[in-house]
């Protein structure tokens, strides 16, 4: 199976993405699946058994590099061909009984493993691959024959046998029903009740530990790590903390859906979510951090994604939600300043965006590149804060819950899960949730004027027109320190007369960074990342030949496009660039255009320094100096996952130091009263 593949993958994945049938009370098809697996061999048996609700017609797919042994309907020989269209098999089934059974038998070599892939290549993969280090069968590679109706994939609850070669395990989401090992071989089965979305596969040569837990509602958990062995050390620490994190999630949430959860590790760069299992790569595993950070928020995807479905055709809430109650719960908890630095962070990626690439959250569906994640994740999750500031902290929870208890194993769009706060809340949110989901781009704030009045501080604030309608921070500054308010602002203009409790000296706007809005040029200091957003990004390599190579190479993966070149001599001015080479071809590059050399933070450290500034137009240039092209060569895998910063000290291959230029929240002072 090999090119035909990529179209079908394609094809597939766009089917998954955009076109889930909505779920039915009853679930529509069951499917019986036996699948036997030989990695080394890459060789796929598989019989499944189908059984369809509904009367009406509806396309049985399957990848169409399978050989099809048999396949029948209700007892019978099919009788209709399969069509070949975008590397699919598909059979097209008119409408017929209320209740149909369907039978294939299928086999067939799948892909060798993918090796050298980046984590952005994993994303969105479809290949069926198989190999003795990790085997990998996601549903939307069609690996088993999946029922679309009317276009719409249709969710469907499952049992499936799966059969390996001794030496290998292998899952799918769901209960472990038994595992047996006889002959050479081991199966096991599972079972998935609950109507899903497709049936991922997983194999590889794991050692397989276990603990068990109890849910809120008293059912027994069985916690379990699929490692490869390298790993084993690790196992208990990271079966310790799904429990806490079990527990964290039951408490806030609800009840947790499933009976078991899986960490389960993958020989390529993965990261996915499923329900019941998360799908790690190795060495994802073994960074320090990924179990106080990236393991919660894989855990609660069972609540939010795979317990509670997103309807992508009115966009994906569920990254925004996760990230809400897991990466910035997790910030919160730790300090103030840190959940501060989370939320700076977000605005200054959105702010990043340039004016018009942007688009309303309600487009956003999965995590395909820099401005989707953007947008998506940090948008929605801003979303969030606001919400829970409205209606209070307690009231934001209850909504929380509803929305779990309402909508399990249902497509939920943005309407089902406002009506869920709505009725917690008892208040229309109709207008709050419409201008963040369907506006694109952000608000910009202008604090005009701030005058001292025998009743308080009276402040001008102004935004662009339509105006949103805001819950503005505004914070007064005195001698005798500082108050905070916060006023509603829904006009294109408006002043307030904000009551001081004491003799007031400064107005701040949001100095906590608390509103969506797009941050001045002051308040959003350069960062990497903001040349990877623009696609007007240029690049320009300095130094000997030498350079030219690995320059190339670090900034295809630093941005999102192939960049143009700027000649040297050019003198910049509006565009954003990004400056590759040699540390002293690049100081004599900045003094030939009266830039700044490189600042104190970076200068004469290390074997690789970058940093960002702005030109007087206000687009970033981000250097990266090199003092050898083999230190450059070395740079370019760790880098990449600085791009949230605006300066980073590397020294062989390793990042030593770095940090964001300094924000200011925009501030003006208080002018008396004329009397
Ligand atoms: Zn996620």
Not at 155 to 179: C, K, N, S, W
Not at 386 to 414: A, K, S
Not at 485 to 503: H, N, S
Request: negative net charge; hydrophobic residues 40%; charged residues 20%.
């Amino acid at each position: 199976m090999s090119s035909p593949l990529r179209f079908a993958l394609v094809l597939v994945a766009c089917l998954l993405v955009a076109r889930f049938a909505h779920a039915a009370p009853a679930v529509p098809v069951s499917q019986d699946i036996a699948v036997e697996l030989d990695p080394a061999a890459r060789s796929l048996h598989g019989e499944a058994e189908i059984t369809v609700r509904g009367s009406g017609g509806f396309d049985l797919l399957l990848e169409d590099g399978f050989t099809v042994e048999t396949a029948t309907l209700d007892g019978r020989p099919l009788t209709v061909r399969p069509r070949r269209e975008g590397g699919l098999l598909r059979w097209p089934i008119p409408s017929g009984d209320e209740i149909r059974s369907l039978r294939l038998v299928w086999h067939g070599t799948l892909e060798p493993l993918a090796r050298g892939m980046e984590h952005r290549d994993t994303l969105g993969q479809r290949r069926l691959t198989a190999d003795p280090e990790g085997s990998f069968l996601p549903a939307g590679g069609a690996w088993y024959p999946l029922v679309v109706r009317a276009g719409e994939l249709l969710l469907h609850d499952y049992r499936v046998t799966l059969t390996l070669p001794a030496g290998q395990r292998g899952l799918v989401a769901g209960t472990r029903v038994a595992e047996t090992e006889a002959g050479g071989r081991i199966t096991a089965r599972f079972e998935f009740p609950h109507p899903s979305e497709g049936v991922d596969l997983i194999a590889g040569p794991y050692r397989v530990d276990e603990i068990t837990a109890r849910s809120a509602d008293g059912r027994e958990l069985a916690l379990r790590t699929y490692f490869h062995p390298e790993l084993a050390p690790l196992a208990a620490d990271y079966l310790a903390s799904v429990r806490d994190y079990l527990a964290l999630y039951e408490d806030w949430i609800g009840s947790y859906p499933f009976s078991s959860f899986s960490v389960v590790s993958s020989p390529t760069p993965t990261g996915f979510g499923m329900p019941s299992l998360t799908y790690l790569g190795v060495e994802v595993l073994k960074l320090p951090f990924i179990r106080t950070t990236s393991l919660g928020h894989e855990v609660l995807h069972n609540w939010w994604g795979n317990g509670v479905y997103p309807d992508y055709g009115s966009g994906n809430w569920s990254e925004g939600l996760t990230t809400f109650m897991a990466d910035y719960a997790y910030a919160e908890r730790e300090s103030a300043d840190k959940a501060r630095a989370m939320r700076l962070g977000w605005l200054r990626d959105l702010s990043g965006i340039p004016p018009g690439a942007d688009r309303p959250l309600t487009a956003f569906t999965s995590r395909s590149h820099g401005i989707s994640q953007a947008v998506g994740y940090s948008k929605t999750a801003m979303l969030f804060l606001m919400l829970r500031e409205r209606l209070g902290t307690e009231t934001f929870d209850r909504g929380v819950r509803r929305l779990w208890r309402d909508r399990q194993f249902r497509l939920t769009g943005w309407d089902e899960l406002r009506a869920a706060f709505e009725a917690e809340a008892k208040e229309d949110l109709g207008s709050f949730f419409t201008q963040w989901l369907t506006r694109a781009g952000l608000p910009e704030l202008t604090l005009e004027a701030a005058r001292a009045t025998p009743e308080g501080v009276a402040v001008t604030l102004a935004q662009g027109s339509p105006a949103y309608e805001l819950d503005v921070p505004l914070q007064l500054g005195g001698p005798g320190g500082t108050t905070n308010r916060r006023v509603r602002l829904d006009q294109p203009r408006q002043t307030f007369v904000l009551p001081a409790d004491g003799p007031a000296h400064t107005v701040t706007l949001d100095p906590d960074s608390r509103l969506l809005r797009r941050l001045g040029r002051d308040e959003a200091p350069p960062i990497l990342r903001e040349l990877q957003l623009d696609r007007a990004s240029a690049l320009l390599v300095v130094g000997e030949a030498g350079y030219t190579e690995p320059a190339e190479k670090l900034a295809a993966r630093l941005l999102d496009h192939v960049p143009a070149a700027q000649p040297a001599d050019t003198m910049p001015s509006d565009t954003p660039l990004l400056v590759i080479g040699a540390q002293a071809e690049i100081a004599g590059w900045l003094a030939r255009h009266g830039l700044p050399p490189a600042p104190p933070e970076v200068a004469g450290r290390g074997d690789v320094r970058m940093w960002t500034l702005r030109l007087a137009s206000g687009a970033p240039v981000a250097l990266v100096a090199a003092d050898s092209p083999a230190a450059l060569a070395a740079a370019i895998r760790p880098l990449p996952h600085y791009r949230q910063q605006s300066w980073l000290v590397l020294e062989a291959g390793k990042a030593r130091d770095r940090g964001v230029w300094p924000a200011k929240a925009p501030s003006i002072p208080v002018a008396r009263s004329p009397g």
